[in-house]
């Protein structure tokens, strides 16, 4: 007899980090931000390959509502706008770690 993947314990907890990362962008996004510390919208756009403006501003505000990253504003013209992990996100970088080591392992 087979059981849904709904009917474990983990199921719950498994799905809303599934959601985190859903999609190529998002850990692109955490990636980057965890390894550069803290970045402007255009560093980003231009390190993600790929990725549009319409997608990375969606990216950016749906990791923010997730408290997972921190969109810091200053009040200056031209106006600066900097993004960096919370500390929610940060407890993400280890998963990013295992990633790599993953990646490596099975691409060289």
Known sequence: ???????????????????????????????????????RYGELKSTINGITHNMLSKQLKE??????????EYSQIPPKVEYFLSDKGLSLLPI???MCNWGKKYTE
């Open 63 to 72: 990791l923010e509502k997730e408290n997972l990253i921190v969109r810091k």
């Open 96 to 98: 990013t770690k295992i």
């Open 1 to 39: 007899m087979n059981k849904e993947i709904t009917d474990f314990p983990e199921a719950k907890s498994f799905n809303y980090t599934l959601s985190i990362m859903s999609g190529k962008w998002k850990m692109l996004i955490i990636f980057h931000l965890g390894y550069r510390k803290v970045m």
